[in-house]
């Protein structure tokens, strides 16, 4: 049985999966017969520990069948790499998609898994030749690894973000050169006031850019995490869940969210 299916996605949610997509989302399951739009991404997408996510919101404020295509630790590797997810999204009405973080992408320095993008399988020769004092054997996530090479403070670092950036253009070009209905790219920055717990490669504004034409538009939100925005007592998780519900965003960052993108919806239309 799935981490999914086990209920540790969240006190009180559901999960599903649709079609021939491998991914699971957020549940309960919708009906694909009728039209529909589409939100997708990551960990805030999905709305961890948060009763109603942006795509909720939306769908109320909007009044317009919108499927929350969320999934965890879902990042660049899941969404171009699953065909049914892909077919999903070419059925629907618009598709808003969260800009995916930068570490979970197989790339020239380490593969990740296809499915659960923030866990690393292995260093390729290159990162080991590059990095020769590393031991890697203990490190199992994105997050850990480059906050171990960010530690030896030299130029090897900058050589491994730079093809973390270049890749993630090539990959979001990629995907967005194979959806065929309007696209909202979500930018959405997650803010930490710890450094220890800053994403160490981020999404740049060039990057932004450079996606930027093969989109219909793009919304630039930031919001800070629950356990430093006071939010933390309006989610829902269990008793040991408690430290990575800090870590994510909560309602009032949904609402925020859903407020930006209204517009530009309505605007299409």
Known sequence: MSYHQTGSA???????QYGESRLWFRGPERSLDTAYMVCVGGDETYGRFVERPFAAILE?????????????????D??????GLLSLLNGAELCILQAPGVLSQSNHFYRVHPRRNDRVLAPTPDLIDLYPEVDFADVHFVCHLMRLLQGYKDARFEVVAEELRRNWVQKVSDLLGRLEVPIILLGLRVLQDNDSQRVPVAVTDEMLEAVRPLITN????????????????DMLFGTLQQPM??????????????????GPIRNLN
């Open 60 to 76: 109320d404020r909007l009044d317009r069948r919108c499927l929350n295509l969320g999934s965890l630790f879902c990042g660049l």
């Open 245 to 262: 519900a800090e870590h994510m965003i909560g309602p009032a960052a949904h609402k925020t969210i859903a407020d930006a993108l209204v």
């Open 218 to 233: 793009c919304v630039e939100v930031a919001a800070h995490v629950s356990g430093q925005s006071d939010e933390l007592e």
């Open 78 to 83: 899941a969404l171009c790499g699953d065909a």
């Open 10 to 16: 969240g006190a009180g949610h559901d999960v599903c």
